[in-house]
């Protein structure tokens, strides 16, 4: 059954710490792996994309890698922000169908 | 710079009603799509539509739901009878290019139902 598994549920650091976050899929054939952005009530942001030939991917602050082997994806968060406090979430697209399986999401607390 | 819209924000109503949830793709997209979030859970997918007719759907959108382009630019989730655990975030969401391509949300509207 294709699955999304995210680790840590939630996580709490402080303003200007680094911090990673952990995905690891079961979604057979691998389309692209995606992390979004959730703040509370609002709809996700998109962050990265990654393909199956892509290891690492930046936009900002943000850098997403991709293990396809172990099917283990991570976010890094650098310098962390108070405004950086939100869910965030891995997706992962399998070629059969397309459709996104997303994860649970992480919830990022960051403390001033 | 564009983005999705979705009307109304908050939507209350009672069980058994129909309601309609509006949504405004980015202009030059192709790709639509319905998720919905009940709180403290998972985004679900719901639907997806392109060139006028569904592309995918999910288990969870049965005969209750349905989806209408009625025009270029409004994009619309209809949900019969509703009922209780109806209540959730919907989001609408679309892109250019494929399945691949980032997908954009709107801002969601939140259904309760009473």
């Known amino acids: 059954k294709n699955q999304v598994e995210q680790s840590p549920q939630s996580l709490i650091i402080l303003e200007g710490k680094n911090c990673t976050l952990q995905?690891?899929?079961?979604?057979?054939?691998?389309?692209?792996l995606r992390w979004y952005k959730q703040d509370t009530g609002r709809g996700p942001v998109s962050l990265t994309i990654m393909t199956f030939s892509e290891n690492t991917k930046s936009n900002g602050r943000y850098t997403a890698t991709l293990d396809a082997d172990t099917k283990q994806s991570s976010l890094h968060i650098t310098a962390s922000q108070l405004s950086d406090s939100a869910s965030y979430i891995c997706v992962v697209s399998a070629k059969s169908n397309y459709q996104l399986i997303w994860g649970a999401g992480t919830k990022l607390i960051i403390k001033p | 710079e564009p983005e999705v819209t979705q009307t109304p924000s908050h939507q209350v109503t009672q069980m058994g009603q129909e309601v309609i949830l509006r949504c405004v793709p980015i202009s030059n997209h192709l790709y639509f799509y319905w998720y919905r979030q009940i709180l403290g859970q998972k985004v679900e997918f719901l639907v997806s539509f392109y060139n006028n007719e569904i592309s995918e759907k999910s288990e969870i959108f049965d005969d209750q739901f349905s989806v209408e382009r009625p025009d270029g630019s409004n994009f619309t989730l209809k949900i019969r009878s509703t009922k209780l655990e109806d209540s959730a975030m919907y989001f609408c969401a679309s892109n250019l290019a494929d399945y691949t391509d980032t997908q954009y949300f709107g801002p969601g509207t939140r259904l309760t139902v009473l």
């Open positions: 995905c690891n899929y079961t979604v057979s054939p691998f389309s692209n």
